[in-house]
């Protein structure tokens, strides 16, 4: 079988480095805007030879994992590039405009449109890890737009990486992931950059800031040109998170000023309940 | 050695532990205000016998590791009973009102005010662990009142645990921790609270949240009695850092408005080097 995966960074490499390892027969062919990304590959034993779209109509399957703006240009022209029996999957964190923008492809039964809820704060083939998606959720969009031998042949490669497969439509995907993927970034990089404006004297920081802090700020070093497209792409979704996030905020500033410490004391007791839903949330194996 | 703590919790608890194991010859009492922790206490082997403060005229060396409303009343208690030999150090948040309300007690020579940065989101006797203070931060506030043989033996145990001391004047400690803890967990409960609030169904949480979002919201599984009079104690500087907080994630979403995601982009670059920061945090060990 021959897989190509379009982006080789930390998703692309770590999707190719567990099916190298399950699927020892496949011959993985590496495609990348960035030729040192492409370079790294190789020598990083994440792909067996780079590639170009020229060499598409090769492929069984390809997996495109660019920043979401990258996907709305590229996805087409991937499309029209590979033969009937391919099939195409990304890996956006957006998914109702990559959809609509591949509506009415004359091969969008070739496309089926992922977000597997998988990764790390860190990009780039280097940061590509064994075992990252197993056990993890993929969420499949518009299923039903997809070639059915298609659907199986891609269902099989994730089934075999471990993956739990949920299928939405893209409006609710986008609603949802506003809140439990998005948000958390954004607020992970305003807490970073309150620290970073107020102690200008990084040795402060480190010095004082324990594993809590460490844990809430993970989410700022993620990269700003994989994530600057995908708030574009779901501004309408963030804005609202982003409200209801601060209104919460300002609430609870308010108990504060009021000295209604039984308030405070509520709000947190409230909150604690997600003790229960983090338990189901499987995290990458060390 | 006779080591006295009041409050077997996981700062308490994870204190003996690790005393325990370094300083083998010494005993430890546990004094706390629940009689099933105590219990539980004794059956994990964190304490070798159940005390009371009639005892505390034996003790060579008091932690006290108690909510820091309960420190104001307890500790000029527990001062009152030990003998002149003996050094009582507190593990509170907060450094202002507690070094305040010692002020002018007739053993502040005895009292040691410190601050370990160390902790889990987790507490009561059964989450303490081993080696949670090694490597990781002790900031001692106005040590200058402390008597210097007492200084000497609080940090030779200190010490011998790992722990790296820093000194600084309580203002300046409730402070900064304001920044790097205080808001981190205000962050984490009102992010749990809006995702929550909006997502009703649990299951929907479950299947789309991802490790990222598992890392922002950790801090909020933390105990609302601990936290509720640490909030109280250093209010004015917590409210400051909200205010600076939501300031800046209602400029981030001015920029979404706008459609300014070259200054979206330019946000998320700048707090990039968190990550440089990040990498002088010394983490829990597993």
């Known amino acids: 079988m021959n897989i190509f995966v379009v982006g080789i960074g930390l998703i692309g490499g770590s999707f190719v480095k567990d099916v190298k390892a399950k699927m020892p027969e496949t011959t993985i062919y590496g495609i990348d805007a960035n030729a040192s990304h492409l370079d790294e590959a190789l020598a990083l034993n994440l792909i067996d030879a780079k590639s170009s779209y020229t060499d598409l109509h090769l492929a069984d399957f390809v997996m495109v994992s660019i920043p979401v703006n990258a996907m709305l240009i590229e996805l087409p022209k991937i499309l029209d590039s590979v033969n009937e029996n391919c099939v195409v999957c990304d890996a956006g964190s957006t998914k109702e405009i990559i959809c609509s923008a591949l509506e ?45 031998k298609l659907q199986e042949k891609a269902l099989a490669i994730f089934q075999l990486l471990g993956m739990r497969i949920r299928y939405m439509n893209p409006k609710a995907h986008d609603k949802h992931i506003a809140y439990v993927s998005h948000l958390s970034h954004i607020s992970s990089f305003m807490l970073g950059k309150t620290v970073i404006e107020k102690e200008k004297n990084e040795r402060d920081i480190f010095d004082m800031a324990g594993s809590g802090f460490e844990s809430t700020v993970r989410l700022a070093k993620s990269s700003p040109a994989m994530w600057t497209p995908i708030f574009e792409q779901n501004k309408e979704n963030v804005v609202e998170t982003l409200d209801e996030y601060i209104q919460n905020l300002t609430d609870f500033k308010e108990l504060l000023l009021k ?11 409230n909150t604690n309940k997600i003790k229960s839903i983090l338990k189901g949330i499987p995290l990458n194996k060390k």
Chains 1, 2 share one sequence.
């Not at 280097?126 to 518009?142: M, P, Q, R, V, Y």
């Not at 000295?259 to 007791?269: S, V």
């Open 104 to 148: 009415n492809h004359p091969k969008r039964r070739n496309f089926l449109a992922c977000h597997p809820i998988a990764g790390t704060e860190f990009s780039g083939p280097s940061a590509a890890i064994n075992g990252l998606f197993d056990g993890k959720t993929n969420i499949i969009c518009e299923v039903e737009q997809t070639a059915f």
């Open 259 to 269: 000295d209604d410490f039984e308030g405070i004391y509520n709000e947190m007791n």
